[in-house]
């Protein structure tokens, strides 16, 4: 930082001049673009290891490989129909469709393509694109005003902002790695290779749990945001629906869902909640832990028995001659407790690495900002 403040001192001290895409691109700077009409018809016709990038705004935008290349040079990407997130491509084979735009940085010695990615990125947290307006090339021309200090100060926060990505990368892998492990840990626990067989029972779901499906809500009382009065969880096939005024079960159950392409998926709940007719609710006749039943649940692969059908769909009649390994209690806890410790480790936002990855985030994106925003520089 210190290098950087004696840059800004040098060059830039009494501020930075502003600009619209729209305007670097009037003085040949940079061009802005769109992809060209890449279906997924080309790409069977066609088939390579080439990555086309789309309008997706996760998986790091690809839509699939093509035998084909449009670019094999470093430029910034966004996706159009997808909210107009921005991505930074470095130089590689790769095409872009045309839902997507394209920006071509072309005086590199006045302007770093890295550090326009990193403005960019900034500045679209605060914008919103939806199917009515576009984050076509001819609106992001006039949405963006972009400091542009000297090359020199450019390149020392790109190298600033460099370090803070990787250290997130980092967390983010080791956090993929661990994740995997724990998914085998809990496999081998749930094998029961250290218990004899006369400790476990091998008994269809239907003689250890009652299954029956929720009920009916209409579309129109579900909100996507918790309210005062609307503030219990609503859970259907799929998972979380909304959010709802009234509740049908309250307490710690297991859910599985029973419509919609995740039928077959498990969840825990613990609380005051509502279970539509799309999902499963799962209440043991038995004493049973509750943490140890969603695990074993997950490490028997529900999803291979739902009907692959138009609407795929899963049925309690089909689920209750499963057979289920049952434990004792005393091994059913046991298991539990160390598998909630994993998963505090790998998925609450307050402990482990999850905390550790959010603070970083965080710390990330305040130093960004302080980073890309500087004095505007008066017109003389």
């Known amino acids: 930082m210190k290098s950087l403040n004696g840059l800004l001192q040098q060059y830039c ?29 080309d790409m069977s ?32 990407t966004w996706s ?27 005086q590199k010695d006045q302007l770093s393509t890295r550090f326009l990615y990193y403005v960019l990125i900034s500045a679209w947290g605060g914008r919103t694109y939806n199917y009515s307006v576009k984050a076509h090339p001819s609106v992001i021309r006039e949405d963006y005003a972009i400091p542009v200090p000297p090359i020199e100060v450019q390149h020392e926060i790109v190298t600033i902002l460099d370090k803070f990505t990787r250290l997130e990368a980092e967390l983010e892998a080791e956090l993929a790695l661990r994740t995997t492990q724990y998914e085998q840990y809990r496999y081998q626990l749930l094998k029961f290779e250290t218990l004899k067989a006369s400790e476990l029972r091998k008994i269809p779901m239907r003689d250890l749990l009652k299954m029956q499906a929720g009920k009916f809500i ?13 503030p219990f969880p609503c859970y259907g096939g799929n998972g979380l629906r909304g959010y709802v005024s009234r509740y049908s079960h309250d307490g710690q159950f297991v859910l599985i869902g029973r419509q919609g392409a995740l039928s077959g998926n498990i969840k825990i709940t613990d609380g005051r909640f509502y279970a539509t007719e799309h999902a499963i609710v799962v209440t043991p006749k038995e004493e049973t ?18 009907s692959r059908g138009a609407q795929p769909g899963l ?51 305040y130093y960004r900002n302080k980073l890309l925003t500087f004095k505007e520089l008066e017109a003389v």
């Open 13 to 41: 001290s009494d501020g930075v001049s502003y600009f619209k895409l729209g305007d670097l691109e009037d003085k040949g700077m940079l061009r802005l673009g769109r992809g060209d009409v890449i279906s997924k018809m």
């Open 80 to 106: 159009i129909d997808g909210g107009g997130k921005f991505f930074y491509r470095r130089a590689h084979k790769y095409s872009v469709t045309n839902v997507c735009g394209w920006l071509n940085v072309l």
């Open 289 to 306: 832990d509750t943490v140890w039943l969603f695990h074993s649940l997950i490490s028997m692969n529900l999803n291979q028995y739902v």
């Open 315 to 365: 049925a309690v009649s089909n689920l209750e001659n499963i057979e289920i390994v049952v434990p004792s209690l005393e091994h059913q806890s046991q298991v539990s407790r160390i598998l909630q410790a994993f998963d505090a480790l790998l998925n609450d936002d307050l402990v482990g690495l999850p905390a550790e990855i959010t603070a970083r985030r965080k710390q990330y994106e």
């Open 45 to 76: 016709a066609t088939p390579g290891d080439f990555p086309v990038y789309s309008s997706s705004a996760t998986s790091n935008g690809l839509f699939g490989r093509y035998g084909k290349y449009m670019f094999d040079d470093e430029r910034i």
């Open 218 to 230: 209409s579309a129109t009382e579900i909100q996507s945001e918790p309210t005062r009065g609307a």
